[in-house]
């Protein structure tokens, strides 16, 4: 008897040690935004259906654009210009699509963040009251590939835990990319003119002296 509780003291003891070694292996990145994502989903509690899919929407589409942030060279100024209030990639729907175009997200991930984007804006742009219930929300939220992890028949609750799910991926993928390396551009001296010119030729004469 005693020989099997030493055992299994033993046995609990070396789970508990590797537990807390791979606790201690996951970034501080993945506890903050955990806890922020608690936060969100408690103060959704209060919510309206309108101001839950805003809210959520919101988030979704910041934690994109912190992701490209982190996945483009690291030039702050021009960063700005392209991705702040009115400039390219301001929008949720340019970024869903720069994330996908560039491999940060999948094919099913892209489609879901572009069936939410449609699913804020039926909430964003109708001035009557409108919920999760309403006809046209209901079957985008249908339609979501994720939906198929979560266990609610409840509209709003699937919505919320989609989005959480992408969050998750979006994370994930954030902990993992590494900026873009900046590529190197020709040097201007003598041995360059002379290297561009030779070339230029070399062009030149097989464009337009193949009939020679």
């Known amino acids: 008897m005693n020989n099997a509780r030493t055992k299994i003291v033993f046995w609990i003891r070396q789970l508990l040690q590797d537990y807390y070694k791979a606790m201690e292996k996951i970034p501080d990145f993945i506890f903050d935004k955990f806890n922020e994502i608690l936060n969100l989903e408690t103060s959704l ?3 309206s259906d ?15 654009k ?6 483009f060279l690291q030039k702050k100024r021009i960063i700005e210009n392209l991705i702040e209030g009115g400039r390219p990639l301001s929008s949720f729907s340019s970024r869903i699509d720069l994330t996908f175009l560039i491999g940060l997200i999948g094919e099913k991930t892209h489609g879901d963040l572009n069936l939410i984007r449609k699913i804020r804006n039926e909430f964003a742009h109708k001035y009557i009251p409108i919920t999760f219930e309403d006809p046209k929300i209901k079957s985008l939220c ?8 979560v266990d609610s028949n409840l509209i709003r609750v699937r919505f919320v835990k989609v989005c959480v799910y992408l969050l998750a991926l979006i994370h994930t993928e954030y902990i993992n990319v590494k900026p873009f390396s900046e590529n190197k551009d020709l040097l201007v001296n003598e041995n360059s003119k002379q290297l561009l010119k030779r070339n230029s030729k070399l062009i030149y004469d097989s464009i337009f002296k193949k009939d020679d």
């Not at 839950?52 to 994109?64: G, P």
């Open 45 to 47: 509690k209060d919510e």
């Open 50 to 64: 309108r101001g839950c899919a805003l809210l959520t929407v919101s988030y979704l589409d910041n934690e994109l």
């Open 142 to 149: 249908n339609q979501l590939y994720y939906s198929g992890l």
């Open 66 to 71: 912190n992701l490209l942030e982190k996945r």
